[in-house]
């Protein structure tokens, strides 16, 4: 069984920048982040392969978000720079026994609590 931690939330203004934080209790595969506004489905943003070799972003973050994870600190980030409004969700950082770099909730096997992301103008 796999736990996370997710921290480093907040409330930020548009053009801001925020770093998000996943701590895990075991090993780890592929790591992603999704993202679930109100009344909104849970989507997902950017997922990274066991070795970092690999990384996958939502379209609607590329060039705005970065991935990076510490294998030796058993933890996952997620960089957001250029905030926007529509980025204010509660962010969840995920966990996969498998390989590849899934896009979707299926492709994941530990969910953390969620973190809440707000971007104000």
């Known amino acids: 069984q796999v736990q996370l931690v997710e921290s480093g939330g907040g409330l930020v203004q548009a053009g801001d920048s925020l770093r998000l934080s996943c701590a895990a209790s075991?090993?780890?595969?592929?790591m992603g982040w999704f993202r679930q506004a109100p009344g909104k489905e849970r989507e997902f943003v950017a997922s990274i392969t066991a070795s970092a070799s690999s990384t996958a972003y939502a379209d609607s973050v590329k060039g705005r978000f970065a991935i990076s994870r510490d294998n030796g600190k058993k933890s996952v980030y997620l960089q957001m720079n250029s905030l926007k409004l529509e980025d204010t969700a509660v962010y969840y950082c995920a966990a996969s026994n498998g390989m590849g770099l899934p896009t979707t909730t299926p492709g994941y096997d530990y969910w953390g609590q969620g973190t809440q992301v707000t971007v104000s103008s």
């Open positions: 075991g090993r780890t595969f592929t």
